[in-house]
T-cell receptor, first 113, second 107 residues
Framework: DTAVSQTPKYLVTQMGNDKSIKCEQN?????MYWYKQDSKKFLKIMFSYNNKELIINETVPNRFSPKSPDKAHLNLHINSLELGDSAVYFCASSQDSVSQPQHFGDGTRLSIL | KNEVEQSPQNLTAQEGEFITINCSYSVGISALHWLQQHPGGGIVSLFM???GKKKHGRLIATINIQEKHSSLHITASHPRDSAVYICAVNTGNQFYFGTGTSLTVIP
């Protein structure tokens, strides 16, 4: 049973399109995260939700909008995709935001044509 | 300047060697994480520390809060340890990542 699952694993789309990446965790964790890893492999946090409430919202374009329908899901919607959005996006979860380790999904490789 | 600095950036070791990767940070933290990313891309959380030392198998992580420094040690290194090791700090409302240390262990 996969603990943190992301779909799709690969996403290839054209500039200007709108796309979503889904994330689900079956660990009963309260906190979920979205990270972006660029072509230089540098990881950066984008968002963090705790019990469906936004607790970290880094400076990302407002074309990126997280949606948490319940605490087991944190989906990432991206509008008007740009070339610079090409990256690997990782979802993660932890029991809390401070004292517990994170469990990562396998990543979604987004390529913009 | 990054809030989290790792050294070395790249490291090649012979199988069996003792390996140390260092992480220094410049912000107040609630916890420090060591992550491992394999060539296939998956990320695994190895340790989360707020003080002292933790051990898991051949891996040991230490942190000195006063000096704002952490080390990850691998004893009796093995080719399967080849990966990128990433240090990350949690300030309570922010996460900052190091640029990673790419480790290659040669048989």
């Amino acid at each position: 049973d996969t603990a943190v699952s992301q779909t799709p694993k690969y996403l290839v789309t054209q500039m200007g399109n709108d796309k979503s990446i889904k994330c689900e965790q079956n660990l009963g964790h309260d906190t979920m995260y979205w990270y972006k890893q660029d072509s230089k492999k540098f990881l950066k946090i984008m968002f963090s939700y705790n019990n469906k409430e936004l607790i970290i919202n880094e400076t990302v374009p407002n074309r990126f909008s997280p949606k948490s329908p319940d605490k087991a899901h944190l989906n990432l919607h991206i509008n008007s995709l740009e070339l610079g959005d090409s990256a690997v996006y990782f979802c993660a979860s932890s029991q809390d935001s401070v004292s517990q380790p994170q469990h990562f999904g396998d990543g979604t490789r987004l390529s913009i044509l | 300047k990054n809030e989290v600095e790792q050294s070395p950036q790249n490291l090649t070791a012979q199988e069996g060697e003792f390996i140390t990767i260092n992480c220094s940070y410049s912000v107040g933290i609630s916890a420090l994480h060591w992550l491992q990313q394999h060539p296939g891309g998956g990320i695994v959380s190895l340790f989360m520390l707020s003080s002292g030392k933790k051990k898991h198998g051949r891996l040991i992580a230490t942190i000195n809060i006063q000096e704002k420094h952490s080390s990850l040690h691998i004893t009796a290194s093995h080719p399967r340890d080849s990966a990128v090791y990433i240090c990350a700090v949690n300030t309570g409302n922010q996460f900052y990542f190091g640029t990673g240390t790419s480790l290659t262990v040669i048989p």
